[in-house]
């Protein structure tokens, strides 16, 4: 058994969730890091750390990561939170809904997680509570008509937020957590890299840092259940015609 608090973060050997990862495993947590293709990160990253360890799997498979929350619960005695981080993020158009990139979409980025978190609300132990954050996007309140499936797949994981919010437990929390544009996406170069992140309220770029700064504080804060949490800059108050990767380069077309 594992007796120091835990926390699963899906997605969590690169990006946002190993940022994730690194800030739960400096409070001393125990960090479980949910990987796929990046496997060999995952588990370099968890060497680095005290307390750590990674499991594989593909989140198209529900049912495999069913049981992957299955046998956690079993062994951890003190899992506090699961973080929803993974997720796909491929180009299609709003003119023509590419069936492929919708349905590993939806999958990955809404069933999987909202399966998860159920298993986890059922079958998972703690005396402090439990915390299901789910990552959604802050194009819940800024969208555009760029990565169609995409932005449809985290509404939809947004919509799971209050409603199994108001079915938890009274000790249980649910949250979404939505961040702006944090990291280079597909091939934007180191340049418009930089003009995209800062196309916010406060023309900065928003690290990937805040984000699990947020992440914690979901963890362990007194925010009201089923609210979503912006991290963003405030890109999200924003009206953009565009995903701020094609804004970047000019093409507001």
Known sequence: MISRPAALVTGGARRIGEAI???????????????????????ALAAELP???????????????????????????????????ASVFRP???????????????????ATPAAMAQAYLRLARSKEGRRVIEVTDQKLANPNPDFF?????????????PMM?????AADRVYGLAPGAILPSHDQSPAETEV????????????????????????TGPLANGQTLFVDSGQHLLSQPRDVMFLARGDEA
């Not at 690194?22 to 890091?33: D, P, T």
């Not at 995209?196 to 963890?219: C, G, I, K, P, Q």
Request: aromatic content about 6%; hydrophobic content about 50%.
């Open 149 to 161: 499936s995409y932005t449809i797949s985290k509404h939809a994981l947004a919509a799971t937020v």
């Open 51 to 85: 307390s750590a360890e990674t499991v594989v799997g593909d989140l198209a498979d529900t049912a495999t990561a069913v049981a992957m929350i299955e046998r956690q619960a079993d062994r951890l005695d003190d899992w506090r939170v699961l973080v929803n981080s």
């Open 165 to 169: 919010a108001m079915a938890a437990d």
């Open 92 to 110: 299609d158009e709003v003119t023509a809904l590419d069936p492929a990139i919708f349905g590993e979409a939806m999958q990955v980025n809404a």
């Open 21 to 43: 990862v690194r800030r739960f495993a400096a409070e001393g947590w125990h960090v479980v890091i949910h990987c796929h293709a990046s496997a060999e990160e995952g588990a």
């Open 196 to 219: 995209s992140h800062r196309m916010n309220l406060l023309e900065r770029r928003t690290a990937a840092e805040e984000v699990a700064d947020a992440a914690w504080f979901l963890a």
